[in-house]
């Protein structure tokens, strides 16, 4: 033993110092991120989503609906965005996803008001994700002693002031119990083969760089198309053996609902897979250090977990922080997967997700083709 | 005679450092050339624009025959490279990696070359070892396995023995004059005089140029050296003060005996006129080729630095 030397702890701490300055990258990396993610995730994020994109179906012309409506546009919870006709048009919106909220005033509204006949609105909820309507659920609730106050003279008066003139009945579709798993499973999916496939590529170049192989490899007639190909393919099975895992553990563990669409969620699964490997790839192409590399995918997976909606309701998201999570890919595949599995959507009700994974993998295999050396200049 | 490599002019700039100037080169084919430089005197950088690795910045040639820039592709199918660092996979075994080779070149046949090649190393017994396992000789003589198993016409080392025993290196060198036998054309980096020597020519670069050409005896006579070798006790320790001397453009200590030598002979002859005496013996000797090169790269430093 020869004590404590505050000399040779100062030896290595300089070192470190001096270390950790010389890698740009980490350097620019561990700065950035607290601001970036801080001002991104700390206006971005809300749990309490207001302005929900509502259908509404008026089945007759009347003040009483007017006044309703109006209501419903004054809580700021529902903004009125399409208007449907026949009960079937108004499921055909909530199963697409297009509305949260679809609204039905039926035709004997006013006169089962005036008779004080069990007068009813009815509200389908799209309740996948049960923290994204919970307050505007809630909300609902005040909307019987209120709407009508103006409209209540005269004779009718007297309506509305022991009982409530009207009751709101409140369908929650997909997911009635509000059970948060159901909602929250189906998103790990994504997240899980982000954060382990995107991870797994991303070191695979660089490995290659750091041993040295990759001059080896590089001095033989392997084309750039053959090694992205050959690199990502075991990959790809890895992520078929974690999706079958999950999907096996969220049916007889979490008992989550399992409503079909199957072939759109092999595709979604499948486009999902090759495009995180191929980002990976294209991550591997730019950093030059393994240890770069994770930063990378790092700095990949926080959107990815914040931005689209698997934590926090998309919806609830200022519309800015929306466009920055339609260009995150796990955004458009919580679709695919929560859109199949809790409400049997096919093929034709998620294309444009699809379409949006496809452009993804597109995308990020030119650039990795474009980035990726066939020599060391 | 056909040249395996020929090119002329390549230049090549890393920023703002001029790595390699105006080198002109070439070699017969089936001939064994060392490639000789001091650090950083761009002989990595040569090599690799010489295989398709690196672009150069101007120049133009062949190897094989083809255009080092345009058919690099082609040059790759038919030439091997060996990189100065070990650049197998470590965590794959012996025989997987010469599969891996075996595979990544398209060859045909591929059980069978790979165990001749196994064969041919001695390691059939060990072939199920991981190559990160091997001692330093060993992973050398199986990365010129696995360089050479496509059975190139052109064979580009870069120091495939920096830090190997001289008993492997001999091995190794027996192999590539066994490959040379049966007509590979060999560019070989090194900083090993015995390995020069073996050399059927050697090129001498300094500062990214080319500045000696020719068999080891040509180069030798062509840098008109004259070297004394004074043998006597505590010579050695003298190195220092003779080489100082005006006319004495070195003096080296080879362990009991001191090495002089200058270009101009009357000018030495008097330097040393007052060691010629008791205990010290001096004899004329001819220079061999580490004193060439220690004066070449002393007269390049000279001109480029």
Known sequence: MNGFSATRVLAVMIKEFKQLTRDRLTYAMMLAIPVVQLLLFGYAINSEPRHLPTALMVQEDSVFARSITAALKNSAYFDLVAQARTPAELDEMVRRGEVQFAITIPGDFTRRVARGDQAQILVDVDATDPSATGAAVAALAALPQQALVNDLKGALASRGQAVPPFEVIVHRRYNPEAITAYNIVPGLLGIILSMTLVMMTALSVTREAERGTMESLLATPVEPIEVMAGKLAPYVFVGLVQTAIILLLARFLFDVPMMGGWLGLSLGVALFIVGSLALGFLMSTIARTQLQAMQMSMFYILPSILLSGFMFPFRGMPAWAQALGEVVPVTHFLRVVRGALLKGQGVEDMWRELLALTAFVCVVTALAMARYRRTLD | ?305
Not at chain 2, 61 to 85: F, H, P, S, V
Not at chain 2, 186 to 200: G, I
């Open chain 2, 1 to 305: 005679m056909t040249l395996a490599i020929d090119v002329r002019g390549l230049n090549k700039s890393f920023g703002d450092k001029h790595v390699v100037q105006d080198v002109s080169l070439q070699v017969e084919e089936g001939k064994i050339c060392g490639f000789l430089g001091p650090n950083g005197s761009g002989k990595t950088t040569t090599l690799r624009m010489l295989c398709g690795l690196l672009t150069p910045d101007s120049g133009e040639g062949t190897a094989l025959g083809l255009d080092i820039i345009t058919q690099a592709n082609l040059i790759k199918r038919r030439a091997g490279y060996m990189t100065q660092k070990f650049s197998l996979y470590e965590d794959l075994t012996i025989e997987e990696n010469l599969q891996f080779s075996a595979r990544i070149h398209s060859l045909d046949r591929r059980k069978q070359r790979v165990d001749q090649a196994l064969e041919r190393l001695g390691l059939i017994e060990r072939r199920g070892q991981l190559a990160g396992s091997l001692s330093g000789g060993w992973k050398q003589r199986l990365a010129l396995a696995t360089a050479t198993l496509h059975e190139p016409k052109l064979l580009l080392l870069d120091e495939p023995t920096a830090g190997v025993d001289p008993k492997a290196r001999r091995t190794f060198w027996d192999e590539i004059h066994a490959l040379s036998a049966e007509g590979l054309t060999v560019l070989v980096s090194t900083h090993y005089m015995d390995e020069a020597e073996r050399c059927h020519e050697i090129a001498y670069i300094s500062y990214g140029r080319l500045i000696a050409r020719g068999t080891a005896q040509q180069v030798i006579e062509n840098t008109h050296l004259v070297t004394f070798n004074g043998e006597g006790p505590g010579i050695d320790r003298l190195s220092v003060e003779i080489g100082q001397l005006p006319g004495v453009a070195m003096a080296a200590p080879f362990g009991q005996s001191l090495h002089v030598s200058g270009t101009d002979r009357a000018a030495l002859e008097t330097a040393l006129a007052p060691y010629r005496r008791a205990p010290f013996k001096w004899t004329q000797v001819e220079p061999s080729l580490e004193d060439v090169f220690i004066r070449l790269m002393e007269t390049s430093e000279d001109n480029f630095k």
